[in-house]
């Protein structure tokens, strides 16, 4: 069973500040993939890491690939309340032949931006 | 674009009815299609997911079943429903890069 760690599971931090979600596997994945989520609504892609080392940032989100491909994370800087949400790493091991494009999700992370 | 469509968004079905929840996806052919699972508040469980019509994969063993009767829609269905089947259910649809776009999400309360 591929599994990915994702921590911590639960932030609460005040407007402003930075913070890093991490997401861990023993399995090298083809690709991973953030999401958040506001209640009651669907994930929301946020952004698709493919490359070993790989940095995406959007905005004030910066999005790290590791090496191995095993790991990642995720860092917002001056955080503030509309970044408040659930934020989920998930990873595909093959795009195409056998996995079918299904993905492993993380435990997700809780995040809340007090004002 | 694509947009994928799921109803309805919340539903209270007594133990022993049956269900239905029905999802579509538009502007798209051929996708991969995915039921999941989400407690609440946490990460998503893969019930079933298909490559094309009539074909179905099972994850986990479950009181739950699921059909493909078009390219673009995908229906999770169950002949009696249990107290543990309660929880958010989403459909997602992926195309080649794995990249899943998901339905708003049902959340189903079975009392």
């Known amino acids: 069973t591929q599994l990915l760690e994702q921590s911590p599971q639960f932030l609460s931090i005040q407007e402003g500040e930075n913070l890093t979600v991490y997401c861990n596997s023993s399995?090298?994945?083809?690709?991973l993939q953030w999401y958040r989520q506001e209640p009651g609504e669907g994930p929301v892609l946020l952004v698709t890491?493919?490359?070993?080392?790989e940095v995406k940032k959007l905005k004030r989100l910066t999005f790290q690939f590791g090496d191995a491909r095993k790991d990642s994370s995720l860092h917002i800087t001056a955080a503030q309340p509309g970044d408040t949400g659930l934020y989920l790493c998930?990873?595909?091991?093959?795009?195409?032949?056998?996995?079918?494009?299904?993905?492993?999700f993380g435990q997700g992370t809780i995040l809340t931006v007090h004002p | 674009s694509q947009t994928i469509h799921q109803w309805p968004a919340t539903l209270v079905q007594p133990v022993g009815s049956p269900l239905s929840l029905e999802c579509t996806v538009e502007?798209?052919?051929?996708?991969?299609l995915y039921w999941y699972r989400q407690a609440a508040g946490r990460g998503l469980q893969l019930l079933f997911y298909?490559?094309?019509?009539?074909?179905i994969s099972s994850e986990v063993p479950q009181n739950l079943s699921a059909s493909r009767p078009q390219d673009r829609q995908f229906i999770l269905s169950s002949k009696k429903l249990l107290l543990s089947d309660s929880g958010f259910y989403l459909c997602?649809?992926?195309?080649?890069?794995?990249?899943?776009?998901f339905g708003q999400g049902t959340r189903l309360t079975v009392v």
């Open positions: 997602a649809w992926t195309r080649l890069g794995a990249e899943a776009f």
């Open positions: 399995s090298v994945f083809s690709s």
């Open positions: 890491v493919v490359t070993g080392g």
């Open positions: 998930a990873g595909a091991k093959n795009a195409g032949g056998t996995s079918y494009g299904k993905l492993t």
């Open positions: 502007g798209t052919s051929n996708p991969n």
């Open positions: 298909s490559v094309g019509i009539g074909q």
